[in-house]
C-alpha cells in the first residue's frame, strides 16, 4: 500500500482549482503558520522544450516578517532533441524547492521584479513552477554524456552507425 502524504501539525491544505493563484494573505497576516499547495501545471513549450503532462507542484508556505519562504518540490518530464545527435530525448526532472520571496506592503509586481511571483497577496503557482522548470533546463540537451553526434559529411548518426564517406570519425 502507497504512503499517505499528510500536511505538518498547523498547517493549512490547499489543493489547486485551475487558476494555479494561491490567497497567501492570512499566511502574510500571520493568520496561519504554514500554507501547503499541491497542484499540476501545464507548461507551455520552451526553447525546443516540451512538458507532455502537467508538472506536480508540491510547496510549502510559511511568512517570515516581509519575506514569504516557499520550500518543496517541482516534478516535471521534458521532452526534445539531443543537440548533437537530434535523438528523442525524453527524461525526468526533480527540482528541490527553496525560495524566498518579499512580500512586503511595498512590494513593485513589475515583470522584472525580484517577486514578480506575487500580486498583491496572490502567489502564482503557474508562474513560480515555469521559472523554476526552465531555469533548470540543461543547454543542449544529449541523449547520454558521450554521444558521437551525427557525421558532418553524411549525416549518419555516429551512436548507432560507422560512418562510411570518411568524414570526420571523431
Not at 11 to 37: P, T
Request: hydrophobic share 40%.
Amino acid at each position: 500500500m502507497g504512503r499517505v502524504w499528510r500536511a505538518p501539525v498547523g498547517a493549512f491544505r490547499y489543493v489547486m482549482a485551475s487558476a494555479h493563484k494561491v490567497d497567501i494573505g492570512g499566511l502574510l497576516a500571520g493568520n496561519r503558520q504554514r500554507l501547503v499547495v499541491d497542484d499540476r501545471v501545464a507548461l507551455a513549450p520552451f526553447e525546443g522544450v516540451t512538458f507532455p503532462e502537467p508538472v506536480s507542484v508540491h510547496l510549502e508556505m510559511q511568512a517570515s516578517g516581509e519575506l514569504l519562504e516557499i520550500s518543496g518540490s517541482v516534478d516535471a518530464t521534458i521532452h526534445g532533441d539531443c543537440g548533437r545527435c537530434l535523438a528523442d530525448i525524453s527524461s525526468d526532472l526533480h527540482l528541490d524547492v527553496d525560495e524566498q520571496v518579499e512580500a512586503g506592503s511595498n512590494l513593485q509586481n513589475g515583470p522584472f521584479e525580484d517577486s514578480n511571483v506575487l500580486a498583491g497577496d496572490r502567489l502564482d503557482v503557474a508562474d513560480l513552477a515555469t521559472q523554476l522548470v526552465c531555469s533548470a533546463i540543461p543547454i543542449g540537451l544529449l541523449c547520454k554524456e558521450d554521444c558521437r553526434g551525427i557525421c558532418p559529411r553524411c549525416g549518419e548518426n555516429r551512436n548507432t552507425a560507422k560512418c562510411e564517406c570518411n568524414g570526420d570519425n571523431n
